[in-house]
Every structure is written in C-alpha cells, then in structure tokens.
C-alpha cells in the first residue's frame, strides 16, 4: 500500500483477482489448479488489506481503531460460515466453475467501487519498488507452505518413510534459515528478531496458541455432525449460526473492554474459563441420538469465548512494543495463528484416528455370543436382512451394519476424551492467568 495510491492498489488487486479467478473457472488441469490458488491467496489478502486503514479513515471517533479490528476479526472468525451461506445455492444447483463465477463477480462489483467513488490519494508515504524485498517473502513462504504440509500430511504420509515428507522438512529448514540469515543482514529487513525481547510478544503467543488448539476441537463436533448424526451439510452450515451470534455477541463484550479499559486479566480469565466450560458441555453432547437443543448452547458459548478473547489478544500481543516492531508484534500473532491451525488440524485428525482405532477395538472386543445385548441385535438386524437377501449377504450387511455402529461409537467416545483433555487446558490457562499481571492492553495501529 506505500507503493501505490488507493485508487490504483484497489484497481490492480482486484484486476488481477478477477484474472485468477475467470482462468480457476475455465480449468481443469490439477497442476495449474494449484497454481491458480496459490496466486489467488496472495493476491485475495492484498486486496482485503486495503479496506481497514479505509474504515479506519472514516470513522470518526476516538475509538475508530477498535471499532475497524474488531470489524475484521469478526470477519475472520465468521467469514467461513457466511460465506458457505452465501455460496450455497451455487453450490447446490451449479457446477465448480458457476460457483467460481459467483465470487468473480463480487470482485467486479468492488472494482466498479474502486472506479466510482476512490480517489489517487495515498495511506503511507510512497516509496519505491525496488524496496519490495521479494526474495525474502518468497523465503518465508516456502517455509510456511513446506511446514504446514509436513505437519498436516505428515501421519499420513508415514512421516520419515515418505520422500515428500522429506523433502518438505528440508526445504522448511534451508529456507527458514535463509529466511533468518537475511533478514539479519538486510539493511531493511521486513521482520525485527528484536520483537522476542518483549515479554508481551512471547506471552501473547503462547496465549494465541492455546486458544487455536482449543478453537481447532470445532471441526471434530461439524464432522460428527456429518459423519455420525448424518446432518446435510447445508443444515451443518445453519447450525453454525448459532456460533456465529455467540462470536457476535463475544465481539460487542470485548470492544466494551478495550474502550472502557479492562484489566486485560479479567479479560483473558474470563474468556479461558469460558472456554473451559464449554469443552466440558460438549462431552455430553457425544450421543448418538443428540439433538439441535443440546447441541447448540455450547456452540453458542464457544462463539462468546472466542469473540472476547481474539482481538484483546491481538492488541495484547503489540502491547509496549516500539512503533517501528509492532507490525513484527502483529505477524508474529499471524504466523501463532498459522501454524496452530496447521498444528491444530493435524493433532485433531491424529488423535481421532488413535482414539477411534483404540475403543473400536474395546468394543469389538466385547461382541462375543455370550454377550445378550449383541447377541439379541444381531439376530434382529439379520433377521431383517435375511428376510430379503441370500445369507451370505445378509451376514455381510449384518457386519457392515455392526462395524459402523462401532466406528460411530468410537468417534463419539474419542471426542469425549478430546473435549475432556481441551477442558483441562483451558482450565489451567484461565487459572495461570489469575496468577500472572499481563500489561495493560494497547489500542495501536497494527498494520
């Protein structure tokens, strides 16, 4: 944004996110796939990356800071579900490229804004291109990309047995060394090492940590939904609203606290412990015959912790830094972020597939004759079969029927204890916490 005035950065963004997009459309080969998407992420965040100093810029009030981050971190944390909603009939009645097409023309629509209404005045002081320093940001995203696929796809792939695996860590170090080196000696380095001196950065991302581990349980209670409950997915989708009016409402409550000043104490003790009795509700929630009543409070209250904790942490985070580290301050909570939801996914999926395997064969273990509750269910479910299938059939169709019943079992059990392990380390955060005097949070400008 230094490199260009509003109207032009709006423009160029938006042009190109309209190209990448309309060739995403016309494509079916995996490899430019590939391409295309790696191209649209870049080119997506620059374009959004405009629109708070925007917001920020006519706001007029004191608190025109706040009010914008607290915009766009709602935005973060609800964007999925609104989005998915707002694609849906897309999704539904068309194809992959109709959908596609359907988002090209949001970005038509902003860039007949950016034609209509921006002018050619500029945010930042302008400076020159060759100050972009693209060899380093191409180090840093070789680095994030080969270590999120290593940790994501690394059980999968049997870890050091899978040569891509290995060549992912490799590439991980060598460019995230480089990375270091770099920005050592660079007379202009895009991050400061010197933002590790300050107590509130390291702090703030142990902190950024825990709450995305414990954010990451959500997937596992969505994929219940669809895998044990059997949910369609739209209904999943509206489901998720109950979370999105928790986020809202946790949102509102923090700004409350940043404007009025809030020890930042109180704040994040009582968004952990929030956090805690939520992952406890959800261990009586794993039933196989749930309902939406019982499922939803705790989605709801998730929302709320979720919503009062994020943007206090950002803010947190940035706190006492000198003004020349606190976009280091900030990145340092982006790239927390990134990777426990790299970290976060990939333990989710783990333990699930351990936990699963695990009680799947406990309660295997125990379906023997002698047992008369299975007994008495097998010979109803193969009585039912046999009446209109051969017998061989009917025992395969028996069996199938009893080993999802089992997986359904085992899944629910596994989040019980997920949610159980969750519980405790959100307990224990809250209660460090009321230990610990954080310093007050800072209303800075992050970008």
């Not at 997009?21 to 080119?43: A, M, Q």
Request: charged share 10%; with cysteine.
């Amino acid at each position: 944004m230094a490199y260009f005035s509003v109207k032009y950065y709006i423009l160029l963004m938006s042009s190109v996110s309209v190209i990448i997009l309309y060739v995403l459309s016309i494509t079916n080969d995996y490899h430019v796939i590939l391409v295309i998407r790696f191209l649209e992420g870049i080119f997506g965040l620059l374009e959004g990356a405009i629109f708070l100093p925007l917001i920020i810029a006519e706001l007029n009030t004191r608190h025109a800071k706040v009010i914008a981050y607290l915009f766009m971190y709602t935005i973060m944390l609800t964007g999925g579900t609104i989005t998915t909603s707002l694609l849906k009939s897309s999704i539904q009645d068309y194809d992959f490229q109709h959908m596609i097409l359907m988002i090209l023309y949001f970005h038509i629509f902003v860039l007949i804004i950016g034609i209509a209404i921006f002018n050619k005045n500029r945010f930042f002081p302008k400076k020159p291109l060759y100050q972009l320093d693209i060899p380093s940001w191409f180090l840093l995203w070789a680095c994030l990309q080969s270590g999120a696929y290593a940790i994501i796809y690394g059980k999968r792939l049997m870890w050091f047995e899978s040569d891509t695996i290995i060549t992912c860590l490799f590439i991980f170090m060598i460019s995230g060394g480089l990375f270091i080196l770099k920005q050592r000696n660079s007379k202009r380095p895009i991050f400061h090492f010197e933002v590790f001196n300050s107590k509130n950065v390291i702090v703030g991302m142990i902190l950024f940590f825990i709450f995305y581990l414990i954010r990451s349980g959500l997937n596992n209670v969505y994929s219940i939904m669809a895998t044990v409950w059997k949910w369609p997915w739209d209904y999943i989708v509206d489901i998720q609203y109950w979370n999105v009016a928790g986020t809202l409402i946790g949102v509102f409550l923090s700004g409350i606290c940043l404007m009025k000043g809030v020890s930042s104490r109180i704040v994040f003790f009582t968004g952990f412990l929030l956090l805690a009795i939520d992952c406890a509700w959800f261990t009586y929630t794993f039933y196989p015959d749930t309902t939406l009543s019982t499922i939803c409070p705790p989605l709801f209250l998730q929302g709320i912790a979720q919503g009062l904790l994020f943007t206090p942490l950002v803010f947190f985070l940035i706190a006492g830094l000198p003004e020349d580290y606190v976009a280091n301050g900030t990145a340092m909570g982006t790239t927390t972020r990134f990777w426990t939801t790299a970290i976060g996914y990939a333990l989710m999926q783990n333990l699930m597939l351990f936990l699963t395997l695990k009680h799947s064969d406990t309660l295997s273990y125990n379906l023997t004759d002698t047992n008369p509750v299975f007994y008495s269910q097998w010979n109803q479910i193969f009585g039912a079969q046999i009446a209109k299938l051969p017998v061989n059939e009917s025992l395969s169709m028996t069996a199938g029927a009893f080993k999802a019943k089992i997986t359904a079992q085992s899944m629910l059990l596994s989040n019980m204890e997920i949610f159980t392990g969750l519980f405790w380390l959100a307990l224990i955060t809250a209660l460090l916490l009321l230990l610990y005097h954080p310093a007050k949070i800072a209303i800075r400008n992050i970008m």
